[in-house]
Protein backbone atom coordinates (compact mmCIF):
# COMPACT_ATOMS: atom_id res chain seq x y z
CA UNK A 1 0.00 0.00 0.00
CA UNK A 2 2.28 3.06 -0.82
CA UNK A 3 -0.42 5.35 -1.08
CA UNK A 4 -2.50 4.97 2.24
CA UNK A 5 -5.58 7.35 2.08
CA UNK A 6 -6.24 9.14 -1.65
CA UNK A 7 -9.02 12.18 -1.28
CA UNK A 8 -9.62 13.60 -4.24
CA UNK A 9 -6.28 15.14 -5.13
CA UNK A 10 -4.87 14.72 -1.73
CA UNK A 11 -2.65 11.47 -1.21
CA UNK A 12 -1.33 10.14 2.04
CA UNK A 13 1.75 8.01 1.46
CA UNK A 14 2.47 5.53 3.87
CA UNK A 15 5.90 5.99 3.39
CA UNK A 16 5.65 9.80 4.90
CA UNK A 17 3.47 8.73 7.30
CA UNK A 18 5.52 5.59 8.65
CA UNK A 19 8.74 8.36 8.18
CA UNK A 20 6.78 11.26 10.68
CA UNK A 21 6.16 8.18 13.19
CA UNK A 22 9.73 6.86 13.06
CA UNK A 23 11.09 10.72 14.04
CA UNK A 24 8.77 11.24 16.37
CA UNK A 25 9.02 7.73 18.01
CA UNK A 26 13.37 8.25 18.04
CA UNK A 27 12.81 11.90 19.82
CA UNK A 28 10.14 10.79 22.21
CA UNK A 29 12.00 8.09 23.54
CA UNK A 30 15.61 9.69 23.40
CA UNK A 31 13.93 12.28 25.42
CA UNK A 32 12.75 10.31 28.06
CA UNK A 33 16.38 8.63 28.47
CA UNK A 34 17.31 12.18 28.34
CA UNK A 35 15.40 12.85 31.73
CA UNK A 36 16.41 9.96 33.26
CA UNK A 37 19.80 11.12 33.14
CA UNK A 38 19.09 14.63 34.34
CA UNK A 39 19.46 16.41 31.37
CA UNK A 40 17.49 19.44 30.08
CA UNK A 41 14.36 17.85 27.85
CA UNK A 42 13.92 21.07 26.02
CA UNK A 43 17.33 21.63 25.01
CA UNK A 44 17.16 17.98 23.98
CA UNK A 45 14.07 18.14 21.59
CA UNK A 46 15.85 21.57 20.31
CA UNK A 47 18.85 19.52 19.29
CA UNK A 48 16.53 16.85 17.58
CA UNK A 49 15.38 19.18 15.35
CA UNK A 50 17.81 20.33 14.24
CA UNK A 51 19.26 16.75 13.58
CA UNK A 52 16.32 15.74 12.12
CA UNK A 53 16.39 18.57 9.43
CA UNK A 54 20.22 17.66 8.88
CA UNK A 55 19.19 13.77 8.74
CA UNK A 56 16.68 14.31 5.78
CA UNK A 57 18.44 16.90 3.59
CA UNK A 58 21.95 14.25 4.35
CA UNK A 59 19.67 11.11 3.90
CA UNK A 60 18.46 12.58 0.42
CA UNK A 61 21.60 14.31 -1.22
CA UNK A 62 23.33 11.01 -0.85
CA UNK A 63 20.21 9.07 -2.44
CA UNK A 64 20.18 11.73 -5.42
CA UNK A 65 24.15 11.29 -5.96
CA UNK A 66 23.90 7.80 -5.98
CA UNK A 67 20.66 7.88 -8.57
CA UNK A 68 21.94 11.53 -10.66
CA UNK A 69 20.86 10.47 -13.98
CA UNK A 70 17.45 9.91 -13.17
CA UNK A 71 17.22 13.24 -11.13
CA UNK A 72 18.68 14.87 -13.80
CA UNK A 73 16.61 13.72 -16.77
CA UNK A 74 13.75 14.78 -13.38
CA UNK A 75 15.03 17.42 -11.43
CA UNK A 76 11.80 18.10 -9.12
CA UNK A 77 12.20 14.38 -8.20
CA UNK A 78 14.57 15.64 -5.84
CA UNK A 79 11.56 16.91 -3.24
CA UNK A 80 9.24 14.08 -3.83
CA UNK A 81 10.31 12.81 -0.52
CA UNK A 82 6.77 10.63 0.14
CA UNK A 83 7.74 8.55 -3.15
CA UNK A 84 11.02 7.07 -1.01
CA UNK A 85 14.49 7.33 -1.64
CA UNK A 86 16.23 8.00 1.68
CA UNK A 87 20.17 6.40 2.45
CA UNK A 88 20.46 5.97 6.09
CA UNK A 89 24.39 6.55 5.69
CA UNK A 90 23.73 10.02 4.83
CA UNK A 91 21.22 10.52 7.21
CA UNK A 92 23.40 9.83 9.72
CA UNK A 93 26.18 11.90 9.09
CA UNK A 94 23.85 15.38 8.31
CA UNK A 95 21.99 14.66 11.93
CA UNK A 96 25.69 13.90 13.51
CA UNK A 97 26.48 17.37 11.83
CA UNK A 98 23.68 19.31 12.73
CA UNK A 99 23.66 17.78 16.47
CA UNK A 100 27.47 18.60 17.30
CA UNK A 101 26.65 22.10 15.91
CA UNK A 102 24.19 22.44 18.28
CA UNK A 103 25.90 20.98 20.73
CA UNK A 104 28.87 23.00 20.79
CA UNK A 105 26.70 26.36 20.28
CA UNK A 106 24.87 25.58 24.09
CA UNK A 107 27.76 23.81 25.32
CA UNK A 108 25.87 20.70 26.40
CA UNK A 109 27.53 17.07 27.54
CA UNK A 110 27.21 15.73 24.11
CA UNK A 111 28.22 12.35 24.78
CA UNK A 112 25.31 11.93 27.31
CA UNK A 113 22.84 13.36 24.76
CA UNK A 114 24.09 10.77 22.54
CA UNK A 115 23.20 8.61 24.44
CA UNK A 116 20.29 9.25 25.27
CA UNK A 117 19.40 9.86 21.45
CA UNK A 118 21.20 5.99 20.52
CA UNK A 119 17.97 4.74 22.70
CA UNK A 120 15.12 6.01 20.55
CA UNK A 121 17.24 5.44 16.86
CA UNK A 122 16.74 1.68 16.24
CA UNK A 123 12.76 2.19 17.23
CA UNK A 124 12.79 5.02 14.43
CA UNK A 125 14.76 2.58 11.59
CA UNK A 126 12.42 -0.12 12.95
CA UNK A 127 9.45 2.45 11.47
CA UNK A 128 11.12 3.41 8.48
CA UNK A 129 11.50 -0.07 7.06
CA UNK A 130 7.63 -0.89 7.94
CA UNK A 131 7.40 2.15 5.64
CA UNK A 132 9.79 0.63 3.71
CA UNK A 133 7.76 -2.31 2.80
CA UNK A 134 4.59 -0.77 2.27
CA UNK A 135 6.27 1.60 -0.25
CA UNK A 136 7.84 -1.51 -1.69
CA UNK A 137 11.59 0.24 -2.00
CA UNK A 138 14.77 -1.64 -0.11
CA UNK A 139 13.11 -4.85 -1.94
CA UNK A 140 15.04 -7.88 -1.65
CA UNK A 141 16.35 -11.08 -4.03
CA UNK A 142 14.05 -12.65 -6.22
CA UNK A 143 12.95 -16.23 -3.64
CA UNK A 144 11.09 -18.72 -3.52
CA UNK A 145 11.10 -19.49 0.32
CA UNK A 146 7.36 -19.63 1.72
CA UNK A 147 7.79 -16.51 3.25
CA UNK A 148 8.57 -15.05 0.04
CA UNK A 149 6.53 -11.41 -0.61
CA UNK A 150 4.70 -10.70 -4.22
CA UNK A 151 3.75 -7.07 -4.28
CA UNK A 152 0.77 -6.61 -6.48
CA UNK A 153 -0.09 -2.94 -6.46
CA UNK A 154 1.36 -0.94 -9.68
CA UNK A 155 2.25 2.16 -7.52
CA UNK A 156 4.91 0.01 -5.60
CA UNK A 157 8.68 1.14 -6.00
CA UNK A 158 9.83 -2.94 -6.46
CA UNK A 159 9.22 -5.53 -9.06
CA UNK A 160 5.63 -6.50 -9.05
CA UNK A 161 4.46 -10.17 -9.17
CA UNK A 162 7.23 -11.45 -8.50
CA UNK A 163 8.14 -13.37 -5.07
CA UNK A 164 11.06 -11.48 -3.12
CA UNK A 165 12.61 -11.69 -0.19
CA UNK A 166 10.84 -9.19 2.65
CA UNK A 167 14.48 -7.77 3.18
CA UNK A 168 12.78 -5.03 5.16
CA UNK A 169 10.86 -7.02 7.70
CA UNK A 170 14.35 -9.01 8.05
CA UNK A 171 16.06 -5.21 8.93
CA UNK A 172 12.80 -4.32 11.14
CA UNK A 173 12.90 -7.11 13.38
CA UNK A 174 16.70 -7.30 13.95
CA UNK A 175 16.50 -3.15 15.03
CA UNK A 176 13.86 -4.45 17.45
CA UNK A 177 17.25 -6.85 18.79
CA UNK A 178 19.30 -3.99 18.44
CA UNK A 179 16.61 -2.08 20.83
CA UNK A 180 16.40 -4.56 23.30
CA UNK A 181 20.30 -4.82 24.08
CA UNK A 182 20.00 -0.90 23.95
CA UNK A 183 18.56 -0.65 26.77
CA UNK A 184 19.61 -3.63 29.11
CA UNK A 185 22.63 -1.27 28.86
CA UNK A 186 21.50 1.65 29.30
CA UNK A 187 21.86 1.00 33.41
CA UNK A 188 24.59 -0.73 32.75
CA UNK A 189 27.15 1.36 30.84
CA UNK A 190 30.51 1.52 32.01
CA UNK A 191 31.21 5.50 30.40
CA UNK A 192 29.57 7.92 28.67
CA UNK A 193 29.25 7.22 25.37
CA UNK A 194 29.15 3.64 25.03
CA UNK A 195 25.68 3.69 23.72
CA UNK A 196 26.09 6.17 21.04
CA UNK A 197 29.08 3.32 20.34
CA UNK A 198 27.29 0.28 20.59
CA UNK A 199 23.85 1.56 18.74
CA UNK A 200 26.53 2.57 15.37
CA UNK A 201 27.70 -0.88 15.92
CA UNK A 202 25.27 -2.85 16.31
CA UNK A 203 23.17 -0.90 13.51
CA UNK A 204 26.30 -1.15 11.26
CA UNK A 205 26.31 -5.15 12.20
CA UNK A 206 22.15 -5.56 11.12
CA UNK A 207 23.25 -3.70 7.70
CA UNK A 208 25.99 -6.06 7.15
CA UNK A 209 24.09 -9.25 7.75
Known amino acids: YPVLLKYGPL ?24 QRQGLNRGQFYDMCFYAVVGAIVGSRLLYVFLELPTFLAHPLKIFALWEGGLVFHGGVVGALIAAFWYMRRHALPWRQFLDSLALGMPVGQFLGRIGCFMAGCCWGAPSNLPWAVTFT ?39 QGQMILAYFFLAGLVRFI
Open 11 to 34: HLYTYGLFLALAFLSAIYIGGREA
Open 153 to 191: NPEALCPVKEPLHPSQLYEALLLLGVFGILYGLRTRKHF
